[in-house]
């Protein structure tokens, strides 16, 4: 399988503290990967390198052969790289429709469609699909600051989605659902990213999401990869047992935070 995306050698210190250290990853094209580990083991500090959002003390990242450390967020994401966040990023005061025209503009200006990710139709039947794949048609009037979490949350991955991405990365996609929702929730992401053919990281503390949902897991420990695989293999490997998910976790009922 291709390699869509790889970090070499990257390092980020903040003074004396080390966030990232000597982290090495080659994810393929249409995996989906889980990012594990507790509170400040460095999961989010690695997406923000990848998008952008931190620049690395040291190494490289390479996404589709192309090294695009120095570049901006909007750059990056101009290329095919786009984020949810742990806290939904949205338009408070726009429509659920308005956020989603938002979103799909990013793509359109001057009458057409980027051609790094062109969409079908207009921006309008572009946002139509979007509302029915994400289940958002009955919110599609009602502003992002009345809606319930989950909704907030599938949003939030909708307008990421909105520009066709070729990776998508989620931070804690499912923190702050309802446990009965979460699976739902999942389920139609992971729809809409295999309709779209999308590669995925996501960042998660509960476990019963990573076992079910993803192909392959980096757990983080000090800012350091402690274990890569098969999900089934890192989940009981010794040191993730010890420093990410705790003994009674194995079985996902339980996640350290």
């Excluded at 790289?81 to 939904?88: A, K, L, V």
């Excluded at 509960?206 to 999900?231: C, H, K, N, S, W």
């Excluded at 890192?234 to 047992?241: F, G």
């Amino acid at each position: 399988m291709a390699i869509v995306l790889e970090a070499k050698g990257l390092n980020k210190t903040f003074g004396a503290v080390t966030a990232a250290s000597d982290i090495n990853v080659a994810v393929e094209k249409d995996s989906i990967v889980g990012l594990i580990g507790s509170n400040g083991a460095g999961k989010t500090t690695f997406i923000n390198m990848v998008t952008g959002y931190l620049k690395p003390t040291s190494g490289a990242i390479v996404f589709d052969g192309r090294d695009i450390t120095a570049l901006s967020p909007r750059q990056i994401t101009r290329l095919g790289i786009c984020r949810s966040f742990q806290i939904p990023q949205l338009f408070a005061s726009l429509t659920v429709y308005e956020n989603l025209m938002t979103g799909v503009g990013v793509v359109f200006s001057g009458g057409r469609w980027s051609d790094a990710r062109p969409l079908e139709g207009t921006p309008e039947q572009a946002v139509e699909t979007m509302l029915g794949q994400f289940g958002l048609t009955a919110y599609r009037g009602k502003k992002a600051s009345m809606l319930p979490e989950g909704v907030r949350k599938l949003l939030d991955i909708a307008m990421a989605m909105a520009v066709k991405p070729k990776i998508l990365l989620l931070d804690e996609p499912t923190s702050g659902v309802s446990a009965d929702e979460k699976f739902a929730l999942m389920d139609m992401v992971m729809e809409a990213v295999r309709a779209q053919g999308v590669t995925v990281l996501f960042v998660e503390h509960d476990m019963e999401i990573v076992g079910r949902y993803t192909q392959r897991i980096l757990a983080f420990y000090e800012g350091r990869i402690i274990a890569d695989g098969d999900p089934g293999k890192v989940l009981e490997d010794p040191e993730v047992r010890r420093y990410v998910t705790g003994e009674a976790a194995i079985g996902g009922n339980h996640a350290a935070h």
